[in-house]
C-alpha cells in the first residue's frame, strides 16, 4: 500500500467546477481524481524538466537538442499509447 501525504492547492473555480464534474461523473473522490491525473502526466513532465541544467538560464545547444529529444520521445510514447488506446476503451462495445 503506498502512503499519501495531504497537499492542499488553490484552483480557479472553474477548475474546480470541471474536477467535481469529472469526479462525479466517475463517482471518485476529488483527491483520487486529481491523483490519476497527476499520476499520469507528472511521470513524463519530470523526465522532461530532468533534462535541463538546474539554470535554464545556462542551458547550452547542447541542452536543448537533448530536450528536443526526450520531448519527440515522450510524444511518440503518447501517441502509441492513444493509437493503443482504443483497446482498453471503457466504453469500448
Do not use: N, Y
Amino acid at each position: 500500500m503506498s502512503s499519501t501525504k495531504r497537499c492542499s492547492v488553490s484552483l480557479p473555480t472553474d477548475l474546480v467546477d470541471q474536477l467535481d464534474f469529472v469526479s462525479g461523473r466517475l463517482k471518485v473522490s476529488r483527491s483520487a481524481c486529481l491523483s490519476a491525473l497527476l499520476s499520469e502526466a507528472l511521470p513524463d513532465i519530470v523526465q522532461l524538466v530532468s533534462v535541463l541544467p538546474d539554470d535554464p538560464s545556462m542551458a547550452t545547444e547542447a541542452d536543448a537538442r537533448r530536450f528536443r529529444g526526450v520531448t519527440a520521445d515522450i510524444l511518440s510514447k503518447q501517441i502509441g499509447d492513444l493509437i493503443r488506446g482504443g483497446q482498453d476503451d471503457l466504453f469500448k462495445e
